[in-house]
């Protein structure tokens, strides 16, 4: 089955800084990539997500690019708030219903105000 | 309308007791889905339906039991649990076919006493 590593486990920097997140996956055949943000005691929502036709997309102050030859992506938020503290899970999927992602551990983003 | 309803937010229950979770949503979406979540972990997957059909069953015990009674409802039921099935569980939807959004609930906080 599909395996996602995510690194790092926690993360922080000063607001304004940049942060990035990266994942791994060992499914060659994963085609979809979804990012969760948590807020402490809240329900995951979907942040950003990108198929596997497409190398880069943005929104915003976040971004996620993908190499599917190395398998892996990541998550880029630029200009970072307090608002923007959370946990952060990156998943992959194949072709099969959305809900079936496997997830990544997660990382603990803390922005430093 | 883009919300996932799941009552109750919080349960506690003995061992002994039998209690259920409910999910609604009205998205049309035809896949449903009950995760479990400890602190500070990801979502583990319990379920999965697919046309009001159990299409997954992530080796869950049997003190578990999903019932779909249609395409917009979701329950979970709960008997002689243990003090570790103790987490936030959560239910998402989302279309069917993969590489689409999962929307979560909100959650139910279970604690087992």
């Known amino acids: 089955g599909e395996n996602v590593e995510q690194h790092p486990s926690t993360l922080s920097v000063q607001e304004g800084d940049s942060a990035v997140i990266k994942c791994t996956y060992s499914?060659?055949?994963?085609?979809?990539f979804p990012w969760y943000k948590q807020e402490l005691g809240k329900r995951p929502q979907l942040i950003i997500d990108?198929?596997?036709?497409?190398g880069e997309k943005k929104d915003q102050r976040i971004a996620v690019t993908l190499n599917k030859t190395a398998k892996h992506f990541s998550l880029h938020i630029t200009e970072t708030q307090p608002e923007d503290s959370a946990v952060y899970f990156c998943?992959?999927?194949?072709?099969?219903?959305?809900?079936?992602?496997?997830f990544g551990d997660g990382t603990t983003l803390t922005v430093k105000p | 309308d883009t919300e996932v309803t799941q009552t109750p937010k919080h349960l506690v229950m003995g061992m002994t007791n039998k209690k259920s979770l409910k999910c609604e949503q009205h998205?049309?979406?035809?896949?449903m889905y009950w995760y479990k979540q400890k602190a500070k972990k990801p979502p583990e997957l319990m379920f999965v339906?697919?046309?009001?059909?159990?299409?997954i069953n992530e080796s869950v015990p049997s003190r578990f039991s999903p019932e779909c009674p249609n395409s917009s409802l979701l329950n979970l039921h709960l008997h002689a649990l243990q003090p570790e099935d103790s987490a936030l569980y959560l239910c998402?939807?989302?279309?069917?076919?993969?590489?689409?959004?999962?929307?979560f609930g909100q959650g139910t906080r279970l604690t087992v006493v």
């Open positions: 998402a939807s989302s279309q069917t076919g993969g590489r689409t959004e999962a929307f």
């Open positions: 499914d060659s055949a994963s085609n979809y």
């Open positions: 990108i198929r596997s036709n497409v």
């Open positions: 998943a992959a999927n194949y072709n099969t219903n959305a809900g079936k992602s496997t």
């Open positions: 998205m049309g979406h035809r896949a």
């Open positions: 339906y697919s046309y009001e059909k159990l299409s």
